[in-house]
């Protein structure tokens, strides 16, 4: 049996001084319960126990290069001999810019910040200022973030989600402002028919419509065929921004995040995690009309953290290894790989099963035999339970995943731990009721 005692105790030391004995609320799950690590080196992580996990939670994404990788360390550590902050220019965050603009198609002009939540704030609020107009349409089932505009409809209970065609604005949590869900309108994703009709009604008060163009945040929902461009064609006949966010896609689906991907250029686009290997980094690209309002200094976007000297080495040097011939190929021949052996092990135990993404990262849910293309029927079809009762498993035989059914690849992993994850996952299986 897994030891987990020495977790078990610091999580109850730990909730005496860190309320719920953890530093996010995502973080806080009952099922697994919160382990504590002490260290990472390439696809592993151990645990206090001395427990040791092929990881694929990678930090919730931004570990493309794996725990520790030694290019991004020895850059960040060379970097921060110089200084840690210098709340003013310096030439890294130019190089990194210039990058920027060669690999995004939308990156005309950037701006950093330090989280995904933060820079979606500054992509509204750009939105905003060139349009003159308030309202914004955000998907069910999408996350930008714990801010109270956006923390709206992410995984609502479907009792109080509303007519799929009209969704209710439904707060994500206690203490929300009123005001903030006001200029929101929520309407179901991968869904043309409604979307244009809410355009069609509201027209002239929408500033912008915000979206993961790979749905990560339920399930890892591709688009159907022909959406982001039929959305983008709306968008742009109307007058409205399009927004996307990147902040799971970006850098891990391909250099030029799902937008060089889909071959769809969005007017904004936020970036992080995958970003700087796991220094906390995001950033905003945009075309030059829309990002010139910050330039001028009509719209604020500030932070004293922003580009500092350690993030902009990090981004650097994880940039110029994921350039190097061959790495996204091989990311996502590895993810497609373990995500066959997986679907042939559910096959072979006759679990319903549905899995999907593009590689580097994809989506395992247990179902009732229905499937997902928007939050409702990932809902309504998704055994939650099950799937809980998986990950334990996973972990007693030393595989770590992300509870939610999310699973991420780094360029650390290898067909050993492939090997080594699918002969775990099929015992899981062959344990489970059917
Ligand atoms: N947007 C998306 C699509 C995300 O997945 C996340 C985080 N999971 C965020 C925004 C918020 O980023 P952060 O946690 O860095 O604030």
Redesign the pocket.
């Known amino acids: 049996m897994r030891k987990s005692e020495r977790s078990k105790e610091l999580l109850k030391r730990s909730r005496r001084s860190l309320a719920g004995g953890v530093s996010s609320s995502v973080r806080a799950a009952k099922r697994p319960l919160p382990l504590f690590f002490e260290g990472g080196q390439g696809s592993k992580i151990c645990d206090v126990d001395g427990n040791e996990y092929v990881d694929y939670v990678l930090g919730?994404g931004p570990l493309i290069l794996g725990h520790s990788p030694s290019c991004i360390l020895k850059a960040v550590q060379q970097a921060l001999e110089k200084g840690q902050l210098y709340a003013a220019q310096h030439e890294m965050e130019i190089a990194l810019s210039e990058k920027l603009q060669q690999l995004i198609p939308c990156a005309e002009l950037v701006r950093y910040s330090n989280?995904?939540?933060e820079i979606?704030q500054a992509a509204l609020r750009v939105a905003r200022a060139y349009t003159g107009r308030e309202k914004v349409i955000k998907f069910e089932g999408h996350?930008?973030?714990?801010f109270d505009n956006v923390l709206i409809s992410v995984h609502p209970p479907l009792e109080s989600a509303g007519p799929l065609e009209a969704p209710n604005a439904v707060p994500g949590t206690a203490g929300q402002a009123n005001s903030a869900l006001c200029d929101v309108i929520v309407l179901p994703w991968n869904n043309l028919e409604v979307f244009e009709e809410a355009v069609i009604n509201s027209k002239h008060d929408i500033a912008a419509v915000i979206m993961?163009p790979i749905m990560?945040?339920t399930g890892c929902i591709l688009p159907r065929e022909g959406y982001l461009p039929a959305v983008q064609e709306i968008c742009n006949r109307n007058g409205i921004v399009l927004i996307f966010?990147e902040?799971?896609t970006g850098f891990r689906l391909s250099l030029s995040g799902a937008q060089g991907y889909f071959g769809i250029t969005p007017d904004l686009a936020?970036f992080?995690?995958a970003m700087a290997g796991g220094f906390p980094i995001?950033c905003l690209t945009g075309k030059q009309e829309l990002m010139e309002l910050i330039a001028e200094g009509k719209v604020n976007h500030s932070g004293t953290f922003n580009s500092n000297v350690m993030v902009m080495a990090a981004a650097l040097a994880t940039l110029s290894q994921l350039e190097s011939d061959g790495v996204y190929e091989r990311l996502c021949e590895l993810g497609t790989r373990l995500m066959q052996g997986l679907r042939e092990l559910a096959e072979e135990v006759g679990i319903g099963f549905h899995i999907e993404g593009p590689g580097p990262m994809f989506h395992l849910a247990f179902t009732d035999g229905g499937s997902f293309h928007d939050y409702r029927t990932f809902a309504e079809h998704n055994d939650m339970d099950r799937y809980h009762r998986f990950v334990e498993v996973l972990l007693d035989e030393g595989v770590r995943v992300i509870g939610r059914g999310m699973w991420y690849l780094s360029t650390a992993h290898t067909d050993e731990d492939v090997e080594f994850t699918l002969g775990a996952a099929k015992l899981a299986l062959q344990g489970m009721d059917r």
């Open positions: 919730q989280s995904g939540s979606v996350y930008h973030g714990w993961e990560c945040n966010d902040i799971i936020t992080g995690k995001s």
